[in-house]
Each structure stands twice: as C-alpha cells, then as structure tokens.
C-alpha cells in the first residue's frame, strides 16, 4: 500500500510516500516506526481514506493511507 507522509515526517523520512504491506493498522503502526525510527517520538496522526483512526483495524490495502503532523492554526 502507498502510505503519505507529510511534513516533518516526510522530512525525517526522506520522501513524501511509501510501498508498505500491513493488514493491520498496529501492523502498518510497526512497519512505519522500522522505516522511520524517529516516528515514534513525533506527534503524529494516522489517517484512513481521509479520517482519522486512533485504534486498530484491518487494511485491505486499497486504502488511503495519510501519516500526519500535528497541526496547528485558525
């Protein structure tokens, strides 16, 4: 599955996407904190066809996967 990453995590990444296989969300969780040891100190949000998921369920790998940074505004 193609998984975005945005700001600072794309940065500490090194790339704005990645080829990930998960079929879980905890799996996916694991495999982005392998490819990006410095994911688990950052605040970030995981995001499923565009909506926020905090709690695991299964991927088909269709899905629109989003790693995002905290964000901040008005």
Do not use: Q, W, Y
């Amino acid at each position: 599955m193609v998984v975005l990453l945005f700001g600072m995590i794309a940065e500490k990444a090194g790339e704005g996407r990645l080829e990930l296989e998960a079929s879980t969300l905890s799996e996916l969780r694991a495999r982005l904190a392998e490819r990006i040891p410095e994911l688990t100190a950052l605040s970030h949000a995981i995001a499923v066809d565009r909506v926020i998921v905090k709690e695991d369920r299964s991927l088909t790998g269709n899905e629109e996967i989003a790693v995002l940074p905290p964000f901040a505004g008005g």
